[in-house]
């Protein structure tokens, strides 16, 4: 029984994971960036909440329709006045400039807030858990997988259904040739990076909650969310789920033998993948040969 | 080394004038000397001046070398790894277990060298599938499974680490000075080596693959080959300078041998100085030993300036101090591309190579 019991933990361990990487997912689909800072983005995310639930003395859940739009903002200042810029320079740049953008945030926040670990406060749901059988699950770890179902069919219906989704995916497609037909490209790329960014803080506030964070988390987030989509497949959202929760399982699994080794079957694994289908589980071609770089091989 | 060629040869049409191709330069010639100058007086350091001048020389030199080699990388072939201090780590404890063997630790560098070389090839078989932030993320990924690895490895003190054994012979007086000479050696080597092996046709390889690989590939560059060079090549470098800081520090841990503070200061020294010449990252790592004397006291905020400057320089002047400043005098010092002058009008000298260069140190345009 404890292996299944594992094996669900796992699962909703990886809907977190999800969550962290759907934003990474969603920029590197729509603008060919991969945002190093993500992970440190979320981490900002975790400590805004904080600030905001203490001044306000309130749960953290009821700071986010407060930090949320916040975050939206924030994603969509830093589209136009770096990301959209170093685009200009090539695709090197844009790693370089994320890059920067991380060491400066993890600092900033050193300098801020010091480097205690911190935590959030759920209130009653962070600790309530029901039983099913002999297995306990957490409404804190359920509500994170929900939320992170929640998000993705929503990104997945806005995309599809919404004349915004047409215009991100012909841009996704063929940048030019959207330009050609008269969508505005920047106001789409500064919404899907103010999304990305609201997702990412969404996931900051659910680790927080679950456990600490410190300034320097960031860097182990956006490993988690990396390999995440490398797993689940370049440009497929629900295949980051997939990835988050072979992930979850895997950590979780391997942590019930001895927990030492937790990360490391995680990161192996992910080696694992890139060695054997290096695309990804459940990725489409053309995003595929995008991240290997055109690069022919010989 | 002068390799002036004349092309357009006495036989061609009278239309066509001859120019005159060259790489090197008085300038190249001049710069040359005064560099052996400049090693032959950091070699005598030790008798003259003693321990007081050489630490702060040798974090000058390690960041000359780490700067070079990761040049090599981003810069020429557009790899941005942010996970080279996987290969300083691997370094560091090849160091330790080749001198717990009974290897001399100062001829262990070399050794510690080869390891890291010879690790990082399964591994590139990986990382180098990726490219731009996936492969970068992939080889972070890579130096965090070497770390847990380290970590909970107990033959190598696991988190506690381990102490660099094979020293104890030596006085702290000559320990340090070989120390340095060894870190004198390598910042050499690493940046004569990869000025000689750019110079080749795998610089001009290296930058058509890292500006356009597919472009590359069309035009019969293998690809795939020369990554896996400049790849091998910098894995190979980052051991032998993890191999010297171990040491330095004369104590090897998972965290600080592993730390992504190293692929930082790279990055930085990098970029400041100008990527893809070979005088950028000596300008680099210049200006990241006077930052750091200067602003390491303010902790965090020095690496909020660093990170700051970074995205700024990325952003307004992607040719870093260097490649401004050979844009604004016209220098090469160490050319890697090649100069096409205007035929000499009748009467005239050829004009003393005012003349833009055929290929100039690419921009990091990628």
Known sequence: MTWVNAVIQGMLLGGLYALIACGLSLTFGVMRIVNLAHGDLAVCGAYLALVLSTFFGVPVWATLPLLLPAAFVAGMALQVLLFGRALRHGVLAPVLVTFGLSVMIENLLQVAATSDPRGLNGGALALASFHLGSITVSWLFLAAFLTACAVLSGLQLLLSRTSWGRKVRATSDDLDTARLVGIKVRPVFATVAGIAVATAALAGVFIGTIGTFDPLTGTNILIFAFEAVVIGGIGSLWGTLVGGVIMGVTQVVVGEANQAYAVLAVNLLFLAVLTVRPGGLFTSRQAAGEVQGQGAPG | MTRDTAIGSRDAEPSVTPVEVSRWSR????????????????????????????????????????????????????????????????????LYLVAAHGVNPFAGILLAAFVAAVVSLPVSALVLRLSGGY????????????????????????????????????????????????????????????????????????????????????????????????????????????????????????????????????????????????EGPIVGALVLFALQETLSAYGAWYLVIVGGLAVVTTLVAPRGLWGWASERLGWSLLPVGYRVRPPAPPGRPASPGRAAPLAPPDPPRT
């Open chain 2, 135 to 278: 492969f970068a993320v992939a080889t972070l990924v890579v130096a965090t499974t070497f770390q847990i690895i380290a970590t909970l490895s107990p033959s190598v003190g696991g988190t506690t680490g381990v102490s660099v054994p094979g020293l104890a012979g030596y006085g702290d007086v000559l320990r340090e000075a070989l120390t340095y000479w060894a870190t004198l050696i390598v910042a050499v080597a690493s940046v004569a080596g990869v000025y000689l092996l750019v110079r080749r046709t795998f610089g001009l390889d290296a930058r058509a693959v890292g500006s356009d690989p597919v472009g590359a590939a069309s035009s019969g560059v293998r690809v795939g080959r020369i990554r896996l060079l400049a790849y091998l090549a910098a894995a190979g470098g980052a051991g032998a300078v993890g191999a010297l800081i171990a040491l330095q520090t004369l104590y090897i841990e998972p965290t600080s041998a592993f730390s992504i503070q190293y692929s930082v200061d790279m990055l930085f020294m990098v970029l400041i100085g100008g990527m893809g010449t070979i």
């Open chain 2, 27 to 94: 300038t190249a010639s001049a710069f040359t000397g005064a560099c052996v100058v400049a090693v032959l007086i950091l070699a005598v350091v030790p008798y003259v001046a003693g321990g007081p001048a050489e630490q702060p020389l040798i974090t000058l030199l390690t960041f000359i070398a780490m700067a070079s080699l990761w040049n090599l990388l981003a810069g020429f072939s557009g790899l941005t790894s942010f996970g080279q201090q996987a290969y300083i780590g691997v370094g560091a404890y090849g």
